[in-house]
C-alpha cells in the first residue's frame, strides 16, 4: 500500500535559517507528491507539488524535488520567517486506482524572531 | 461560496451520543473527499464522492459512519452512538475534477474542519 514519512517534530528554527523536512514514501505505481501547510486554526493548503520523478516543486520559497531513487520528496526553505511557523504534511496520491491522498504524521514548525 | 465551509467547527458529544457534521463545498465542485485527523497525526480517509455516488467508502472506520452527498453539493458526516476514539478533527475537501482526471493534476480545497471531542 502507500504511505508517508515524514522527519518528526516539533522543529524550532530562528529566523532566516535553512529549513529541511524529510519526507520520504512507499507506493506502487508512479505516485505525485505533495506538501501541504496547515496554520492555527484554517484549513489544509497546498503549497508546492510535483507529478513526476526529478520534477521540482517551488511556491513562496520552499522547494521540494522529486527524488524516485531515494523515494524523498524533502522539503527546503534557504530563509525561515516567523510567518512559515505551521504544521507542514508531506502527501502522495497514486495514479492508479486510488483517489485519496495518503498524509505523513506532519511537522510541526515554529520560527523565532 | 469562496471556499470549503463547514459546521460545526466545534462538537462536544457524550459518549453514545450521534452527531452529524457538514460540509458546503465550493460550487460546482465535483469531488468531495471527507477525512479524520487525530491529535498530531496526518488526515486519513474516510470516504469519496463524486457528485452524489459514493464512489469509496472504503476509510469509514465502522458502520456508525455514514456520509451522505444527496443532491451532489453539500454533504454530511454522521457517527451514531459516538466513542472516545472518535474524538478527531474531521476535514472536508473539494475538487473541480473528477476522479479520472485529477490525479497529480488538480487540487483539492479544504475546509477548516470540524473537531470532534467525544466525553
Known amino acids: 500500500g502507500n504511505s508517508v514519512t515524514q522527519m518528526e517534530g516539533p522543529v524550532t528554527l530562528s529566523e532566516e535559517a535553512f529549513l529541511t523536512i524529510n519526507c520520504t514514501y512507499t507506493?506502487?505505481?508512479?505516485?505525485?507528491l505533495f506538501w501541504y501547510v496547515q496554520y492555527p486554526g484554517e484549513g489544509l493548503q497546498l503549497l508546492l507539488k510535483?507529478?513526476?520523478?526529478?520534477d521540482k516543486g517551488s511556491n513562496k520559497g520552499f522547494e521540494a524535488t522529486y527524488r524516485k531513487e531515494t523515494t524523498s520528496f524533502h522539503l527546503e526553505k534557504g530563509s525561515v520567517q516567523v510567518s512559515d511557523s505551521a504544521v507542514y504534511f508531506c502527501?502522495?496520491?497514486?495514479?492508479?486506482?486510488?483517489?485519496?491522498?495518503?498524509f505523513g504524521s506532519g511537522t510541526q514548525l515554529t520560527v523565532l524572531p | 461560496g469562496a471556499g470549503v465551509s463547514q459546521s460545526p467547527r466545534y462538537k462536544v458529544a457524550k459518549r453514545g451520543q450521534d452527531v452529524a457534521l457538514r460540509c458546503d463545498p465550493i460550487?460546482?465542485?465535483?469531488?468531495l473527499f471527507w477525512y479524520q485527523q487525530a491529535l498530531g497525526q496526518g488526515p486519513e480517509f474516510l470516504t469519496y464522492?463524486?457528485?452524489?455516488?459514493?464512489?469509496?467508502k472504503s476509510g469509514l472506520p465502522s458502520d456508525r459512519f455514514f456520509a451522505e452527498r444527496p443532491e451532489g453539493s453539500v454533504s454530511t458526516l454522521k457517527i451514531q452512538r459516538t466513542q472516545q476514539e472518535d474524538s478527531a478533527v474531521y476535514l472536508c475537501?473539494?475538487?473541480?475534477?473528477?476522479?479520472?482526471?485529477?490525479?497529480?493534476?488538480?487540487?483539492?480545497?479544504f475546509g477548516a474542519g470540524s473537531r470532534l471531542t467525544v466525553l
Open positions: 502527501a502522495l496520491v497514486n495514479s492508479g486506482s486510488a483517489r485519496q491522498l495518503t
Open positions: 507506493a506502487t505505481g508512479y505516485p505525485s
Open positions: 475537501a473539494s475538487s473541480s475534477h473528477g476522479t479520472g482526471e485529477w490525479a497529480g493534476a488538480n487540487v483539492l480545497t
Open positions: 460550487s460546482g465542485h465535483v469531488s
Open positions: 464522492f463524486q457528485n452524489e455516488a459514493q464512489l469509496d
Open positions: 510535483a507529478t513526476k520523478a526529478d
